[in-house]
């Protein structure tokens, strides 16, 4: 609990209001206090000058029973504890003490600033009265010189009271504020801690190997963004993981496929052999056409290697390209007029279709024929007679678009995601009665990849499959 990031959170929120109430108490005491002091100041002051002209004439005829009275009823009526003192500092009266026993004042601060300036004022603890006090003396002229003093004095004990009440009232605010503070600062650190929290769950489910789980996104600041990120960082995960499965796949179906592929002929082949040794060899009729199966599989092997040569040529990369410029139009031609024989044997229609008036290209020209050889040948060996073939070439802007249509078999939808991997067939029995080496497709796909172009395959079964190609001008 006490690691939880909502603690610390909520802990800084608290210290720093804590650190606030503090300062500004201070603050407000030390303001309070002048403001208080002024206060007092500024009473004592317009009320010493107002006695000042009350004593001014009984100081003048130095009545001192007249003194007395009038100053026990003046403090009375003030409420402020007054003193009148004479030219030397003898204390003539005093409101709160005997007179008499009281202690010569012309040391005193104020009486000592009201003699030189007419207006004095001190701040200090009274012996006599055992607390602090504030004190306002004012002199009493007459024809210009001082014949006595008038002093007002108030305890301070009532500002002490006053900044005692505002502490009070400023502590009793900031344990409110630290109450809402921690409700509001809670639940503020829950919005922020909750995602951070469910992110951590998440990323530790991922460093796991599992990606089912994503992160809720309720806002779009930093947290959101995060979110947002981390979640993309487990898909991307998931989908190098999967493509990694599927390559780890394909690389132990490669190695199974060429092995049976390569083991198939072998075998074959060698027990052709083995039967003219042991004596085939001399039937003349049986020796010949043995030797016409061995050779047809050495070929079918021939052909195997060929292919296989072929895609490691092509995943070495664009390094061994040559590219040239080219006429498209007259490369497929080339290629059509080629397969004339085999489309008369099985009595197959081709159809060229060229849309565009320019149909050169930049581009490796072995390699594109190498398309449409094996887009041809397919499409011959896997439709029936009498059954039409449609090359189309279609001039575009940037880029040119081949389509090979057929209407043989056609393909079943669970296998044209993987009919351009190598050796994957669907017919695995036709196909090497075909002559096929189940590379044709994969090749294709590799020359397309390398000219940065695209190449899609549509299929149904017993309706025709159409294989579409587009390729880069340049």
């Known amino acids: 609990m006490k690691n939880k990031i909502i603690w610390r959170f909520l802990g800084?929120?608290?210290?720093?209001?804590?650190?606030?109430?503090?300062?500004?108490?201070?603050?407000?005491?030390?303001?309070?206090?002048?403001?208080?002091?002024?206060?007092?100041?500024?009473?004592?002051?317009?009320?010493?000058?107002?006695?000042?002209d009350i004593f001014k004439e009984y100081l003048s005829s130095n009545n001192q029973e007249a003194?007395?009275?009038?100053?026990?009823?003046?403090?009375?009526?003030?409420?402020?504890?007054?003193?009148?003192?004479?030219?030397?500092?003898?204390?003539?009266?005093?409101?709160?003490?005997?007179?008499?026993?009281?202690?010569?004042?012309?040391?005193r601060p104020e009486i000592i600033e009201a003699i030189r300036d007419g207006l004095g004022e001190s701040d200090r603890f009274s012996d006599t009265l055992g607390y602090n006090m504030k004190y306002v003396a004012v002199a009493v002229e007459k024809n210009g010189q001082p014949i006595g003093l008038v002093r007002l004095a108030l305890p301070l004990t009532e500002i002490e009271f006053q900044i005692r009440?505002?502490?009070?009232?400023?502590?009793?605010?900031?344990?409110?504020?630290?109450?809402?503070?921690?409700?509001?600062?809670?639940?503020?650190?829950?919005?922020?801690?909750?995602?951070?929290?469910?992110?951590?769950?998440?990323?530790?489910?991922?460093?796991?190997?599992?990606?089912?789980?994503?992160?809720?996104?309720?806002?779009?600041?930093e947290l959101g963004v995060l979110a947002k990120s981390l979640n993309k960082m487990a898909d991307e995960l998931q989908l190098k993981i999967d493509n990694l499965r599927k390559m780890d796949r394909?690389?132990?179906?490669?190695?199974?496929?060429?092995?049976?592929?390569?083991?198939?002929?072998l075998t074959s082949i060698k027990g052709f052999i083995e039967t003219l040794e042991d004596g085939a060899i001399d039937d003349k009729e049986n020796a010949k056409r043995f030797i016409a199966i061995i050779k047809k599989h050495a070929q079918r092997l021939s052909n195997i290697i060929d292919d296989l040569l072929s895609l490691s040529e092509l995943e070495i990369g664009k390094d061994r390209m040559k590219i040239e410029k080219f006429n498209l139009k007259d490369l497929i031609n080339e290629v059509a007029l080629g397969f004339g024989h085999a489309f008369s044997a099985k009595k197959i229609d081709l159809k060229l279709n060229f849309e565009g008036n320019n149909f050169s290209i930049n581009a490796d020209k072995a390699k594109v024929e190498q398309i449409f050889v094996n887009l041809i040948d397919n499409a011959v060996k896997y439709i029936k007679e009498n059954d039409s073939v449609i090359a189309t070439l279609i001039e575009q802007k940037s880029n040119f678009v081949i389509t090979v249509e057929d209407d043989g078999i056609g393909i079943s939808q669970e296998h044209l995601s993987r009919i351009f991997e190598r050796f994957y067939r669907v017919d695995k029995a036709r196909s090497r009665q075909l002559g096929g080496t189940g590379l044709g497709l994969a090749i294709v796909k590799h020359i397309v990849l390398l000219h940065n172009g695209n190449i899609d395959i549509q299929s149904e079964v017993n309706r025709g499959t159409k294989i579409t190609i587009s390729l880069p001008k340049i």
């Open 250 to 265: 394909v690389r132990t179906d490669f190695v199974a496929n060429v092995s049976h592929e390569l083991k198939t002929p």
């Open 67 to 107: 003194i007395q009275l009038k100053n026990e009823y003046l403090a009375k009526k003030l409420n402020l504890r007054i003193t009148i003192i004479d030219r030397q500092g003898k204390v003539l009266a005093d409101s709160k003490q005997d007179s008499d026993t009281m202690e010569n004042h012309s040391n």
């Open 12 to 52: 800084a929120h608290i210290f720093l209001i804590f650190i606030a109430i503090l300062v500004l108490s201070f603050f407000a005491s030390l303001k309070l206090q002048d403001y208080y002091e002024q206060k007092i100041s500024d009473k004592l002051t317009s009320n010493a000058f107002l006695a000042e």
């Open 165 to 221: 009440f505002i502490y009070r009232i400023v502590l009793l605010a900031g344990l409110f504020a630290v109450f809402i503070t921690f409700i509001v600062g809670y639940f503020l650190s829950k919005s922020i801690t909750n995602p951070i929290s469910e992110m951590k769950d998440i990323a530790q489910r991922i460093a796991k190997g599992d990606f089912s789980k994503k992160v809720t996104i309720k806002s779009k600041d």
